[in-house]
């Protein structure tokens, strides 16, 4: 098993920056995947973005060119590094692992304002 603590969200004025970390109890290199996704106030959950333990990434089309994922396995934690942010980005940000399980962090508020 493995707990993940997401950090680093906040109020950001629109075309401000974010970074959010995503940190493993344990040992990330057995999470295959890992990814952010999103929830905002009465919409569904979406991914925005994921990689693989190999570097792969992937990206939702609304935040391609302004969102960057990463990991780094030796510190056992995942980053989303958001630019450009408009208030379209204000959602509740949470991480998830995927080995045999998914494992999900608890979440933290990104907003932001116009």
């Known amino acids: 098993q493995v707990q993940l603590v997401e950090s680093g969200g906040g109020l950001v004025q629109a075309g401000g920056s974010l970074r959010l970390s995503c940190a493993a109890s344990?040992?990330?290199?057995?999470?295959?995947?890992m990814g952010w996704y999103r929830q905002a106030p009465g919409k569904q959950r979406e991914l925005v973005a994921s990689i693989t333990v190999g570097g792969v990434t992937k990206y939702a089309d609304s935040v391609k060119g302004r969102f960057t994922i990463s990991r780094d396995n030796a510190k056992n934690t995942m980053y989303l590094q958001m630019n450009s942010l408009t208030p379209e980005d204000t959602a509740v940000y949470c991480c998830k692992g995927s080995e045999m399980y998914d494992y999900w962090g608890r979440g933290t508020q990104v907003t932001v304002s116009s």
């Open positions: 344990r040992s990330i290199f057995r999470l295959n995947v």
